[in-house]
């Protein structure tokens, strides 16, 4: 029988071939007029190399808070977080964050945001500029290293968001709504393109975790939905795309496939 669930004080131990582990996570915010906020009770999630992971859940029901966990920007009131079978207890270095508002700096150009992921980590300065460019270019961006921001459109500007978080070859790239400020078809444009660079190999990173309310989305998306339930946040469900992935659907394979049943 699962240690886990014989002896509830136990550490778990690590899943094999786990990138994240977030284990019993409870977050409650401390509420100065009323009683604590119990945002997250009990959730378990465990991320591997390998897959896009997605997150549905209403608005308010702790999705951001868990990625904020994830990334270890917030320690959880209780639980804990694995990274490659290690507590953490400060941020993740593996990991990098799309945010819904973008969180550009306005006074720096396309190539200073890309390169800021870059100087945290102390990388000289032609490295940094190397680097940035190439996840400049694989974004889709080449040409634009000396615009501002406010010389972009939206998508432009959430591409930018995306060559900041890509340039340090994050582990792990969370996604918090990145879609969601975006028009209909700049989204549409935007995601084609990341799923096609995950089909191909090209996104340097290991796994993703994508919050979005849009279920048709996250089925084209994602290997995994969990659906987060409200008051508290909890794991309700857990969805597994079917096999051949729709993600695929641009593929020649995936074509002859289709072709052989219709
Ligand atoms: P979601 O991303 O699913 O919309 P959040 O994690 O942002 O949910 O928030 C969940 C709940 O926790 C909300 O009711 C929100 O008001 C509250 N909350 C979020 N951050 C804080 C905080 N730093 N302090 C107090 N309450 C917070
Ligand atoms: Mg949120």
Not at 81 to 103: H, N
Not at 120 to 137: L, Y
Not at 178 to 192: C, H, I, M, Q, Y
Not at 215 to 223: A, P, T
Request: charged share 25%.
């Amino acid at each position: 029988m699962d240690a886990r669930l014989s002896d509830p004080l136990a550490t778990p131990a690590a899943v094999p071939g786990a990138l994240v582990e977030v284990r019993r996570c409870r977050q409650a915010y401390h509420k100065e007029s009323n009683a604590d906020l119990v945002v997250l009770d009990d959730v378990d999630l465990t991320l591997r190399a390998g897959e896009i992971v997605g997150l549905l859940g209403r608005s308010g029901s702790g999705k951001s808070t868990l990625l904020r966990i994830v990334s270890g920007l917030l320690r959880p009131t209780s639980g804990e977080v694995l990274w490659e079978g290690q507590p953490i207890r400060g941020p993740a270095p593996g990991v990098a964050m799309v945010f819904q508002s973008f969180a550009l700096f306005p006074w720096l150009t396309v190539q200073a945001n890309v390169e800021l992921g870059l100087e945290a980590k102390g990388v000289a300065r032609a490295e940094r500029e190397k680097r940035a460019e190439e996840a400049i270019d694989l974004i889709g961006l080449g040409g634009y290293e000396n615009a501002y921001p406010k010389e972009l459109s939206g998508g432009m500007r959430q591409r930018v968001g995306l060559a900041r978080a890509l340039v340090v070859h994050p582990d792990l790239l969370l996604m918090d709504e990145p879609f969601s400020a975006l028009d209909v078809l700049t989204a549409e444009n935007l995601r084609t393109d990341l799923i096609e660079l995950w089909s191909e190999g090209r996104l340097p990173v290991k796994a993703v975790l994508i919050v979005t309310h849009n279920i048709e989305e996250s089925v084209l998306m994602c290997d995994r939905i969990l659906v987060f339930s409200s008051n508290p946040g909890r794991v309700a469900h857990e969805l597994a795309v079917p096999f051949p992935h729709p993600r695929n659907r641009h593929d020649p394979a995936f074509r002859a496939f289709v072709d052989r049943i219709y």
